[in-house]
């Protein structure tokens, strides 16, 4: 297809970034937007030229041209939001976390799978391009076998209990809104742990505001894992080989520079200068796999979704951590 038509549901910051980035992506339009607020909806389209917009998240499967939809919308609304997009057989992008809980995102795979009709997570970093070249150094065995990670992302944001981050009715805290990062890099490279171990501290609206995570690998390999919103940190990477180690520098998440230390080896620095926030590598995955007749992303598969799910589940079975809506599943 000469064009690839975009459709976005929640219009909030990220949604922002990830329509910016279409503008720069060779052939995507950003074609219909829907919010709960015709107003936000209607400034949104005429901001990024979006033909089509909408005042209730449902009517955008009204659009006669959708290719596919990103879904940015809280936490909490991620399962609906897709399942009606997947009950009309419209590809789904959907923001990470990828749904509350792992009973939600098995509902959401059975759907894609019953309906034949294309998947995906929107874990961006997946398709940097620096982790392309941090996957490359691993394969090429320039830090030799994976000992070990430790990553941490912390920023302390103004507290608002009705906001996202605070707010347990959305799905909010710590470790559903930048946990995942320093999680999904963990088993990007070492796979799924064998033991998990977690402690946090639980803010006065129920969520976690701070929380610390340790992982076994198969390999017998740590990941030291940390993530808070009760203070700002570093956010930086590592990954510790026998026989080097690569470092991400702040904010790992966005990987835009990285360091290979090896023993007896001048430091190689590796600088990504990009004109895009990231989020235009995921879209054109989406729009590649989708195009090629795929279900699934080959390089972000629904099963490794799926694990990560449960592993999530266990780290707030952990902590003690779970929210209101899933006490009337």
Request: glycine share 6%.
């Given at each position: 297809m000469d064009t690839f038509n975009w459709g976005i549901i929640g219009l909030g910051r990220i949604a922002h970034k990830f329509a910016a980035d279409l503008a720069k992506t060779p052939g995507a339009k950003l074609t219909a937007v829907a919010s709960r607020d015709m107003d936000r909806s209607t400034e949104f389209a005429?901001?990024?030229?979006?033909?089509?917009?909408?005042?209730?998240?449902?009517?955008?499967?009204?659009?006669?041209?959708?290719?596919?939809?990103?879904?940015?919308?809280?936490?909490?609304?991620?399962?609906?939001?897709?399942?009606?997009?997947?009950?009309?057989?419209?590809?789904?992008?959907?923001?990470?976390?990828?749904?509350?809980?792992?009973?939600?995102?098995?509902?959401?795979?059975?759907?894609?799978?019953?309906?034949?009709?294309?998947?995906?997570?929107?874990?961006?970093?997946?398709?940097?391009?620096?982790?392309?070249?941090?996957?490359?150094?691993?394969?090429?065995?320039?830090?030799?076998?994976?000992?070990?990670?430790?990553?941490?992302?912390?920023?302390?944001?103004?507290?608002?209990?009705?906001?996202?981050?605070?707010?347990?009715?959305l799905g909010g805290g710590a470790l559903l809104d930048i946990g995942v990062y320093p999680l999904f890099l963990s088993t990007l490279v070492l796979g799924m742990p064998t033991?998990?171990?977690a402690k946090a501290y639980i803010g006065s609206t129920g969520v976690d505001?701070?929380?610390?995570?340790?992982?076994?690998?198969?390999?017998?390999?740590?990941?030291?894992?940390?993530?808070?919103?009760?203070?700002?940190?570093?956010?930086e990477a590592f990954i510790?080989?026998?026989?080097?180690?690569?470092?991400?520098?702040?904010?790992?998440?966005?990987?835009?520079?990285?360091?290979?230390?090896?023993?007896?080896?001048r430091p190689e620095f590796f600088q990504f200068n990009q004109e895009v926030h990231g989020y235009t590598f995921e879209a054109q995955e989406v729009m590649r796999c989708v195009s090629a007749g795929l279900t699934e992303s080959p390089g972000l598969e629904l099963d490794y979704t799926l694990a990560r799910m449960e592993l999530l589940d266990e780290i707030r079975r952990q902590i003690g951590l779970s929210f209101p809506m899933e006490n009337v599943e």
């Open positions: 005429r901001q990024y030229g979006a033909s089509h917009c909408y005042g209730a998240y449902e009517d955008i499967i009204q659009c006669p041209d959708l290719d596919a939809v990103y879904i940015a919308t809280p936490n909490n609304l991620h399962r609906e939001n897709t399942l009606f997009c997947l009950a009309h057989q419209i590809p789904v992008l959907c923001e990470k976390p990828f749904s509350i809980n792992i009973h939600e995102a098995r509902q959401m795979v059975q759907e894609a799978r019953t309906q034949q009709t294309f998947l995906m997570e929107a874990f961006w970093t997946r398709f940097l391009p620096t982790t392309q070249k941090m996957l490359q150094l691993i394969a090429e065995g320039q830090i030799g076998e994976i000992l070990g990670v430790k990553a941490d992302f912390g920023f302390k944001p103004p507290f608002e209990p009705e906001g996202r981050l605070f707010n347990p009715e033991e998990v171990t505001e701070d929380t610390a995570i340790i992982l076994r690998h198969q390999n017998g390999a740590l990941s030291h894992l940390h993530t808070t919103i009760r203070m700002g940190t570093k956010s510790y080989g026998e026989t080097g180690t690569i470092h991400f520098h702040s904010r790992f998440h966005e990987m835009t520079s990285m360091s290979l230390l090896r023993e007896g080896k």
